[in-house]
Nanobody, 127 residues
Framework: QVQLVESGGGLVQPGRSLRLSCAAS????????IGWFRQAPGKEREGVAC????????VYADSVKGRFTIYRDDSKNTVSLQINNLEPEDTASYSC????????????????????WGQGTQVSVSS
């Protein structure tokens, strides 16, 4: 069982930056494909970024490409999401998820392969 915990959310003004982190205990996240997802009230869950377990290939949603960066910090056993130039539309609960499938070069933003999910961290962007 993989326990995931997100951190780094908060209330910020438009144009600011945040770095969200996904941490795990008891498992090495380097062995898992990791995705970041967000969900706003009344909206469906949206996959924003993922990083594969095989070769660290990354995939981004068109809505965040150029502003969001997903990366691993193996020394801390975490996967982070750097968010730049925050917009009010980025307001959502952000969750990380782990895919235990065999290593592959492509990761999936649909959410279906991910079996383990964190509880989420809230990002609120407002003037």
């Amino acid at each position: 069982q993989v326990q995931l915990v997100e951190s780094g959310g908060g209330l910020v003004q438009p144009g600011r930056s945040l770095r969200l982190s996904c941490a795990a205990s008891g498992h090495n996240l380097d062995y898992y494909t990791i995705g970041w997802f967000r969900q706003a009230p009344g909206k469906e869950r949206e996959g924003v970024a993922c990083i594969s377990s095989s070769d660290d290939t990354t995939v981004y949603a068109d809505s965040v490409k150029g502003r969001f960066t997903i990366y691993r910090d193996d020394s801390k056993n975490t996967v982070s999401l750097q968010i730049n130039n925050l917009e009010p539309e980025d307001t959502a609960s952000y969750s990380c998820a782990a895919d235990p499938s065999s290593p592959q070069s492509l990761c999936d933003l649909s959410g279906r392969p991910y079996l383990y999910w964190g509880q989420g961290t809230q990002v609120s962007v407002s003037s």
